[in-house]
């Protein structure tokens, strides 16, 4: 018998509006990467989302005076992003993105010069050797330090979340170790870590190479620049970002039967430590198995009385740490720069993407992001325009003499969670509640607060549903 028969004898597919097998709550990647998992293992699915748009923390919205879909902020995937290929290509989306062949970044430092660093076609992780070698921002004492770090970069594999280095520094979430004390401890070159180190643990992480934990950038790197030569390929949405898997999972799901509800907020319903369903809105929908994606703020909330065996995974949730990224949006009369992306390395936004090379449309439309943006994010929507004005200005010559129609900031305060070496434990899928799974970003996957991440998760919890755990009580009526 094989596998997809003995699912479908263990879930039976019914019509919508019945009691489902799951109840999913939240409208995000990792809900969505959860509910198709499950509904393509035959189980019978209903998704809450309590918004009255899906997409969660990468999501998009119509902007009033152009007309155009924004982002909630640029995102950037990666060729090592395995689970969220899996989800796209699962619901049909693989190509709702585009890759970019190899690495190859365009660079302007602080004082103007234009440089490229970009990987040549060589096995992993020669390319990154190769590339930064022939990068000519850097001189030739700089460029070698990178071999200290090419060096010792031996992954286990993707999804591990452990990057075992050689020398017996093994990392796990234990390490008190900062990104920039690692570096110095490969001895990186400051430029080295100016130009690219830093930019890129930024992005990675949304936190200063200062206060993240060493381990999420080794893990990073390990996954980059391990033996998938594809997998530090950049792979950019190509439309916007609830398009790129929200509304293609949503249809996916209803045409297969399951059901998913926008504007739905949640309260999980327990009893003597065993989840008995949800409440929305004064309605009960029963279900033997609920599987939280909320965020790390919002899991209190989810309990009218949170149980007690919850009450410390909660108390760790609620005292994470979250950290913000300020988007800023500028419509140019005319186009000011040719490449998707680049980096602007020590400015305050660190990165500037070209919105109609990567999604199209006429309009020149530059995104600036800014990671691990404490310090600018209670500015006015004056203030961070003006800044990230004259980020682009001095950086592209061509955006000096171009007029700005419009500019629109979009502050996402609590878009991750902190990495510090001190953050609270980050939990497991399982809880001491029979039938409630969480998932997330921010569950312990041993990767930074990623859409992959979040794929990772999601997926988890639904191989959790489907194989492990010992069955609560089914208390939906297909399965009496
Ligand atoms: C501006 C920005 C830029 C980013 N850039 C990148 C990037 O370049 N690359 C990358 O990999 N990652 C990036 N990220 C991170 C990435 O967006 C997140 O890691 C990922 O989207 C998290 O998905 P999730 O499903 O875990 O959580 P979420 O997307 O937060 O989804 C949780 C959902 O649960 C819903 N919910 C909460 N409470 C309830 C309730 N009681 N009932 C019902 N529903 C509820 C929420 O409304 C939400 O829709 C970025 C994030 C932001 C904000």
Known sequence: MGAQSVLGARFQIVPTHVTPDVIVIGGGVAGFSAATALAEAGA???LLEARPGLGGRATAFTDPGTGERVDNGQHILMGCYYDTLKLLARIGASDRVRWQAG?????????????????????????LLGGVLAWDALSWFERMSILRVGAALTP?????????????????????ESVREWLVRHGQAPRLCELFWEPLALAALNQSIDQAAASYFVTILAQMFGPDST??????????????????????????????????PVKVEVVADRVTGVR?????????????????????????????????????????????????????DRPVMHESLIGLP?????????????????SSHLSMISSGAEAIVAMSNDELIALALADVRAALPAARIASVRKGLAVREKRSTFSLAPDAPARPQAETGIAGFLLAGDWIDTGLPATIESAAVSGHRAAALVVQGLPAPSRTSPHHQ
């Open 44 to 46: 019978q699915v209903l």
């Open 103 to 127: 690495l190859a970044l365009t660079m302007v430092d602080e004082r103007g010069h234009e440089s490229v660093l970009k990987l040549p076609p060589m096995a992993s992780p020669l390319h």
């Open 156 to 176: 286990r594999g993707p999804g591990t979340g452990v990057a075992v280095v050689p020398g017996g520094q093994n990392f796990s979430s234990a390490s008190r």
């Open 231 to 264: 997998a530090a390929a950049l792979v950019m949405p190509a439309v916007p970002l609830d398009e790129l898997y929200a509304e293609p999972a949503r249809a996916w799901l209803e045409a297969r039967g399951h059901e998913v509800r926008v504007n739905a």
């Open 280 to 332: 929305v809105r004064g309605e009960h929908l029963a279900a033997p198995w609920v599987i939280s994606t909320v965020p790390w703020h919002g899991l209190g909330a989810l309990f009218e009385s949170p149980p007690q065996s919850l009450a410390m995974t909660i108390a760790n949730a609620t005292a994470l740490g979250s950290l913000p990224i300020v988007t800023v949006n500028l419509w140019f």
């Open 346 to 362: 020590g400015r305050a936004f660190q990165w500037v993407f070209d919105r109609r090379a990567i999604i199209g449309g006429a």
